[in-house]
């Protein structure tokens, strides 16, 4: 895979056209593009006294326009697990997101390949990279809703005098998250929605469903729906955000629910704190019922390529779920270009 | 309000090279814009309005006019590169097209209605075939 990925770079690279400088009548668009970005974790849990430190991914991103309207995407990463005990150390190459886009015009496009799946705030922007802190949402970091589905995609957008709206729906089957507690999807039929309002830019609400059916096993039917809201105020220096999610499951007794609240606010262009607390049912990820979570994160963004977090997250798990525990984490990850 | 921050707008000390006028294609049939569609259209979230298709063009990062221009209608630096970089990772990314000085600008919009850019404002009597947009703040 990587061989291939960098013998299709190679190609396009050669042949990619860049921004037209001479005195021509219009200005060329870039027909190739990519985007990379490493980074790298440390972690302590004073539970266990383990700790980690490793190169944890490189991701290359190629795009690929073809006239106006049409664009090739793919996404490929690389992820280094840490050894532990017993564990080896795990080294993974594998295939993100590759789809071909039909885009209409900037309020209507289609998706039709392995695309991240339409649903609340955190997944479509889950990068380390792009969100705020480094450990994730419980309802997240236990995949209850897949992070990619294969199908087609339809992404809509009205804007009107006070905002805008979008809407998304998709089709397709459910991808397993490549992670070892995500639950096993074969031929998952998948579907999903997503609709949300954007209130003169400060306030956002919508609520997205996602169902699969997993042949799997007991012929798991999930089906999810999800909530979320953010405002933004003192010149997006506060940003408020709320999301939660109701997973029916028809092949089990009990539906999981989960949800997070979050406050971040910027001191200045480069620093922020994030605080965010949650509470949900933590099935797939540490085996455990209700789990809460409170995380303060700070983070610091030295020039635009270079990013900074560090974090300290504690864990309180209810009955015999397990030891709480605290966890002090520090990040940095660098975008290319 | 408005009359407050118009007062203040003349009083601030002002980079000259830094004042613009946001221009268009004689031929293109928009004269005003708010400053919120024009965002929009900077943005790629905006490309037709009136049957028109919008193309937005830029300078380039270093240029005193484009920081003053994305200062005024696109917001804080920070967030700016935030959005874009996340528009990047989704694959939603349509930025303007950048240009490497106002002259070069000024004759693409010249020749291709449904292209907006800005130029400084003293330049503008030297520019034949532009209009300036009217942007009212929203």
């Given at each position: 895979m990587p061989r291939l990925v960098c013998s299709l770079l190679l190609l396009l690279a050669t042949h990619g056209t860049l921004i037209a400088q001479e005195a021509e009548t219009t200005p060329k668009q870039r027909m190739f593009e990519y985007l990379a970005w490493a980074d790298a974790r440390y972690q302590k849990d004073d539970a266990t006294e383990s700790d980690f430190f490793n190169l944890s991914q490189v991701y290359l991103s190629l795009r690929l326009r073809l006239g106006a309207r049409w664009m090739i995407l793919s996404e490929t990463e690389y992820e280094h697990e840490p050894g532990f005990a017993d564990q080896p150390a795990d080294d993974k190459v594998f295939l993100e997101r590759l789809f071909v886009e039909y885009r209409r015009s900037a309020t209507a496009r289609f998706r039709v390949g392995r695309?991240?799946?339409?649903?609340?705030?955190?997944k479509p922007i889950h990068w380390d990279i792009t969100v705020d802190t480094i450990a994730e949402p419980i309802m997240e970091d236990n995949g209850y809703i897949p992070t990619n589905t294969t199908g087609l995609e339809f992404k809509g957008t009205r804007i009107v005098p006070s905002g805008e709206w979008e809407y998304t729906v998709i089709v397709g089957e459910a991808v397993q998250d490549d992670d070892e507690n995500a639950r096993p999807l074969d031929d998952a039929a998948a579907a999903g929605g997503d609709l949300r309002f954007t209130y003169k830019e400060r306030h956002l609400m919508g609520a997205s469903v996602y169902g699969y059916r997993n042949p799997?096993?007991?012929?798991t039917r999930v089906l999810g729906f999800q909530g979320f809201y953010e405002s933004r105020f003192l010149d997006n220096r506060l940003i408020f955000r709320a999301e939660s999610l109701w997973l029916d499951r028809r092949d089990r007794d009990k539906d999981i629910t989960t949800f997070y609240t979050k406050l971040k606010y910027r001191l200045t262009p480069k620093h922020y704190l994030n605080y965010r607390y949650e509470q949900g049912d933590?099935?797939?990820?540490?085996?455990?019922?209700k789990r809460r979570a409170t995380t303060l994160t700070w983070g610091y963004?030295?020039?635009?390529?270079w990013r900074l977090k560090a974090e300290f997250t504690t864990n309180r798990f209810a009955g015999e779920s397990g030891p709480d525990y605290n966890r002090w984490s520090l990040w940095t990850g660098f975008v290319f270009p | 309000m408005k009359s407050i921050l118009l007062l203040l707008l003349f009083l601030l000390p002002v980079n000259p090279d830094a004042v613009y006028v946001v221009v268009t294609a004689q031929?293109?049939?928009?004269d005003q814009l708010t400053a919120w569609q024009l965002k929009q259209i900077y943005f790629g979230?905006?490309?037709?309005l009136r049957g028109t298709r919008l193309q937005a063009l830029q300078l380039t990062q270093d240029d005193p006019l484009r920081r003053q221009f994305d200062s005024d209608i696109l917001g804080d630096q920070a967030d700016i590169q935030d959005y874009w970089l996340q528009q990047k990772l989704k694959g939603d990314a349509r930025p303007p097209l950048t240009v490497r000085d106002w002259a070069l600008l000024a004759a693409y919009i010249r020749r291709n209605p449904g292209y907006i850019g800005y130029i400084p404002m003293k330049r503008l009597n030297e520019q034949q075939g532009l209009k300036v947009i009217d942007i009212t703040m929203d």
């Open positions: 695309v991240s799946t339409p649903a609340g705030i955190w799997i096993g007991f012929d933590d099935e797939e990820s540490l085996r455990a019922e963004w030295p020039t635009r390529q | 031929a293109t049939p928009i979230k905006l490309d037709k």
